[in-house]
């Protein structure tokens, strides 16, 4: 083995690391270590590596540092229980990329990875066509025609779950399918919100980003997204790339920096915690550090906006049972909370039943279900079984890696589910309420 190379970044967070006081609370809030019930699979574990990684008696490219760093989820759940407060995503990240600067790193796929973040994801057009020819191929039913074919499991299991995750990001909800006119003309709102559209949202769930405008439309705050924003950073950050997230980041703070400092509104739980860790990622740059710290104060989830006020009650909706899963990153990294939950109470007569497990990882984290597909597919399959106990025909989500991560796993176990983001659920019981009609016709009767 090489001499360890100087951890820097590891370095830098160095009060971090000793503040594990190796309770070991966290081991069970951990999916992985339930998974694998490896210790080095837990967040004291990983963190005993950093360490000593930190300390130069193991080096970055150890494949013990390499193989337990990448199996973490990321999933924050660590955060929740730990009595001495350690902030571990940000170790987490660190920890990556100390390993994504390592000469000898392995793997096609992480190469692959590597190459598609850096010279994809920092372009945005060439984003744009490469989630326009995905749309193409999924639309035109090509991604479902291979699935039935049985071609791409005799290819690898990690293709055909990647073309069912493309498959599970078609439209779930009949909402989706109509057109997506907003709901009013803006000029009679009070409030003004910015709409952060999130480059998987926007690429493969633009009906999301519908809903969320004309939601938040009805309840009297009129949108704008700002034509310069880019990809939050989030599978930069979470792969160890920290530069090139910090290059998005400043872009996106560039692009929200306007007079009004109106709240950021983002329907992604990856990307809101994300966005409200700019203030950490840009902290030690002179010109970015103070707007980052401003920007990430005005970050909030679609739901914890929409409990500011008094949220308005739409139509009931037919009765299918519906359950609700967390977004990991929604709970942990925003603290969101209930507040989704709240979002689905505005539905009179919703046939709601609870999830167990809602607050435990799908096993889908970014691009980990590609990354490590064993771990992810165990993770997975405690939560699809927990969905089928409780019989719902739908399942609602506020993170599109969610979404399709579970959509994923029911379409290819044979199991009917529906899932989509509760704003497309509240949508969709408003259009029955009629609100779109009457303010369409409100804005008929003022042009007159």
Request: contains cysteine; neutral net charge.
């Amino acid at each position: 083995m090489s001499a360890p190379r100087l951890a820097t970044t590891l370095a830098a967070e160095e009060q971090k690391i000793l503040a594990c006081i190796h309770c070991g609370l966290c081991l069970e809030a951990c999916p992985t270590y339930v998974a694998t019930g490896d210790e080095n699979d837990g967040p004291r574990g990983r963190i005993y590596l950093m360490r000593a990684v930190e300390e130069g008696r193991l080096a970055t490219n150890s494949p013990s540092f390499e193989r337990h760093i990448d199996r973490c989820l990321g999933c924050r759940a660590c955060e929740a229980v730990c009595p001495a407060g350690v902030e571990y995503g940000q170790l987490l990240e660190a920890g990556r990329a100390e390993i994504f600067h390592s000469t000898e790193r392995r793997g096609v796929t992480y190469k692959l990875l590597r190459l598609a973040l850096r010279h994809i994801w920092l372009h945005p057009a060439r984003l744009r066509f490469a989630f326009a020819c995905g749309r193409v191929a999924r639309d035109a039913g090509l991604v479902r025609l291979l699935l039935k074919s049985k071609l791409p499991r005799l290819i690898s299991r990690r293709f055909e779950f990647a073309l069912a995750l493309l498959a599970s990001s078609s439209p779930a909800m009949a909402v989706a399918r109509r057109a997506s006119a907003s709901s009013t003309t803006g000029e009679d709102q009070e409030t003004s919100v910015l709409l952060f559209k999130g480059c998987v949202t926007d690429g493969l769930f633009a009906r999301v980003n519908q809903s969320t405008a004309r939601v938040l439309e009805v309840n009297g705050l009129a949108v704008r997204a700002p034509k310069e924003q880019v990809c939050c950073g989030a599978l930069h950050a979470h792969a160890g790339d920290l530069e090139g997230a910090r290059e998005l980041a400043r872009k996106n703070v560039e692009a929200f920096n306007d007079k009004s400092r109106a709240p950021i509104i983002t329907n992604a739980g990856g990307c809101g915690a994300m966005l409200v860790s700019y203030a950490h990622l840009l902290a030690d740059d002179e010109r970015f550090a103070e707007p980052a710290r401003e920007f990430s104060a005005r970050v909030r989830d679609l739901s914890q906006q929409l409990q500011t006020s008094a949220l308005k009650e739409g139509a009931r909706l037919d009765g299918a049972k519906i359950t609700y899963d967390a977004s990991c990153h929604l709970i942990y990294g925003q603290h969101a909370g209930d507040a989704p939950l709240q979002m689905l109470s505005a539905i009179p007569e919703l046939e709601f039943v609870p999830l167990e497990g809602s607050e435990r990882c799908c096993g889908g984290a970014g691009v980990y279900n590609l990354m490590e597909p064993e771990l992810s597919r165990a993770v997975l399959e405690e939560k699809l079984s927990h969905i089928r106990q409780t019989g719902a025909q739908v399942l609602a989500t506020g993170n599109p890696g969610c979404q399709m991560q579970i959509g994923a796993g029911a379409q290819l176990s044979g199991k009917p589910l529906q899932v989509c983001h509760p704003v497309e659920l509240l949508d969709e019981s408003y259009r029955r309420a009629g609100f779109y009609e009457r303010s369409t016709q409100q804005s008929a009767a003022s042009s007159k």
